[in-house]
C-alpha cells in the first residue's frame, strides 16, 4: 500500500473542506493554515503549528478539566487528575485527528509521511494546534463547543474505566453464560513509535469478530474492544471507532 499523500498547498477549496469537517467557520483563516502546516513545510518557525500545539495543549486541558469538575461533582480530585491525563494523552488526541481525518489537509514535508503512516506525535500536535486556532479565532465558548462535542465520548469512557467499569469481564460473564465461549482478543494493528504506540484491537466470541477500537495500550484497547461487542450483542452501534 503506497504511503499516505499530504496537501502541497492550502487551497480554498480545502479549507472549505477542513471547516466543515471541524463544523467551525473561521473568520481568520490564516489561523486555520497556520495550524495546518507542519514546521517541516513552513517557510520559518513562527508560521508552522508548533506555538499553536503549545496553546492548544492548555485550552484543551482546560476545557476536559472544567467538564469533569461539572459532571462529577462526588469525584475527588486524584480521580479527576487520572481521567484528565488520559483525555488529554498524545494517544486521544491522535485518535481525534485520525477520526476527523483532519491529517488530510496538513501541509508537510515528504519526509514526514511514512509507510505506515504519519507518527501519532505529529497527529496529536495537529489535534492541538486546531484546538488554538479555534480558540484563538472564536474564544473559550467556541474552542469549549469544539472540544466537548468532540472529545466529550473520550471523557465519557475514561470516566467510566476509573470507577471501575470492567467491561472485559461484563463480556466475558455475558459470553459464558450466552454461548459458554471466552473471548479472545486479537491486535489487528498498531502505530507510533515504541515510546507512544496505538493499539488496534478486536474482541473475538466463537469465531464472531467484533467492532475493533483503538486504544493507548493494549489493556485500554481491549476495554474498548469489549465495550463494543457489548454494543453489538446488543444491538446498538459501536461507542468506539474503528478507525
Not at 499530504?6 to 490564516?30: I, V
Amino acid at each position: 500500500m503506497p504511503p499516505p499523500t499530504t496537501p502541497s498547498a492550502l487551497t480554498d477549496e480545502l479549507l472549505d473542506e477542513c471547516e466543515a469537517t471541524l463544523a467551525y467557520r473561521f473568520q481568520n483563516r490564516d489561523l486555520l493554515r497556520c495550524a495546518l502546516t507542519h514546521a517541516s513545510a513552513a517557510r520559518t518557525r513562527p508560521e508552522s503549528n508548533e506555538r499553536l500545539e503549545f496553546l492548544g495543549d492548555a485550552y484543551l486541558g482546560a476545557v476536559v478539566c472544567e467538564q469533569l469538575f461539572t459532571t462529577y461533582p462526588d469525584s475527588p480530585e486524584g480521580e479527576l487528575t487520572q481521567i484528565k491525563s488520559a483525555v488529554v494523552s498524545r494517544a486521544t488526541c491522535a485518535r481525534m485527528t485520525r477520526k476527523l481525518d483532519l491529517h488530510r489537509f496538513l501541509v508537510a514535508g515528504k519526509g514526514v509521511v511514512l509507510q505506515r503512516g504519519m507518527p501519532s506525535s505529529i497527529l496529536a500536535a495537529l489535534f492541538e494546534a486546531v484546538v488554538a486556532a479555534i480558540y484563538l479565532d472564536g474564544g473559550f465558548e467556541a474552542v469549549r463547543e469544539f472540544v466537548i462535542r468532540e472529545v466529550g465520548p473520550e471523557i465519557a469512557h475514561a470516566a467510566q474505566t476509573a470507577h471501575g467499569v470492567n467491561f472485559k469481564s461484563v463480556l466475558q460473564q455475558q459470553a459464558q453464560s450466552s454461548t459458554g465461549d471466552t473471548p479472545v482478543y486479537i491486535v489487528l494493528d498498531e502505530q507510533g513509535p515504541d515510546h507512544s504506540k496505538c493499539f488496534q484491537v478486536a474482541a473475538v466470541i466463537a469465531g464472531r469478530r467484533f467492532g475493533p477500537a483503538w486504544g493507548p495500550s493494549k489493556k485500554e484497547a481491549e476495554q474498548r474492544a469489549a465495550e463494543n461487542a457489548l454494543a453489538q450483542l446488543a444491538d446498538q452501534p459501536c461507542p468506539h471507532a474503528a478507525e
